[in-house]
């Protein structure tokens, strides 16, 4: 039978009594957990740092967006300023009185036995007339009264066709003292004042109108 010494034991019972010291296992773990955090740290910095770039990025973007959005609300005031004196301009002209129309119809009514010598009219009435006229004349025949009538009559219908509910009534008439000579005679006269007023068109009128511009107008873009 064979016998083993071991003069070593001891030793090895040492160096395997070294390797396990409780505090050499605390620092080692300490370790491990300061490398741990360390990596931890780095990687939490690094994310910081990513969000605060990104913060910086939107608000210089927001920044821009603010300089555009005022610059947009002045253009939008600006073409709003535009847009308003556009709509009075063709308002005007839309709603613009044509008096070339008038004075051609009263050289179509005014008979041969009346002379108009004094003419007045107003465009800008109140807000139930489109015009209101002043007329001053001298109507003469064998019954001057009744030629200014004829007058007064006719330029009520002739007119009424295209302003509803024209009216002409007098202002005054009155015989005359004078004598005006016509082909050669002399006839008596009358003075007389009409005043003619032409009303506004009516709300159905208004409507259509709005109706037509409505129809008229481009679309909307949506």
């Not at 001298?138 to 007064?152: D, F, H, K, N």
């Amino acid at each position: 039978m064979a016998l083993h010494i071991d003069l070593y034991h001891e030793l090895r019972a040492e160096n395997r009594a070294r390797k396990r010291d409780p505090l050499k296992l605390a620092m080692l773990g300490l370790l491990l957990v300061a490398l741990g955090l360390i990596g931890y740290y780095g990687v939490r910095l690094k994310q910081v740092s990513t969000v605060r770039s990104k913060g910086v990025e939107m608000e210089n973007e927001w920044k821009m967006m603010g300089e555009k959005q005022e610059k947009a609300k002045a253009r939008e005031i600006e073409l709003n300023a535009l847009l308003k004196t556009s709509d009075l301009l063709v308002d005007r002209i839309e709603k613009r009185f044509y008096w070339a129309p008038v004075l051609g119809q009263f050289l179509k009514t005014v008979p041969r036995e009346v002379q108009i010598v004094k003419f007045e009219g107003d465009a800008t009435a109140d807000g139930s007339k489109k015009c209101a006229i002043t007329l001053q004349g001298v109507s003469t025949g064998t019954e001057p009264r009744t030629a200014a009538e004829i007058l007064r009559t006719n330029l009520a219908g002739d007119f009424g066709q295209r302003f509803a509910k024209a009216t002409a009534t007098f202002k005054a008439l009155e015989d005359s003292n004078d004598t005006v000579v016509v082909d050669g005679h002399k006839r008596a006269a009358a003075l007389f004042t009409i005043n003619l007023d032409l009303p506004k068109p009516g709300a159905a009128a208004a409507a259509a109108a709005a109706a037509r511009t409505a129809a008229n107008a481009p679309p909307k873009k949506r």
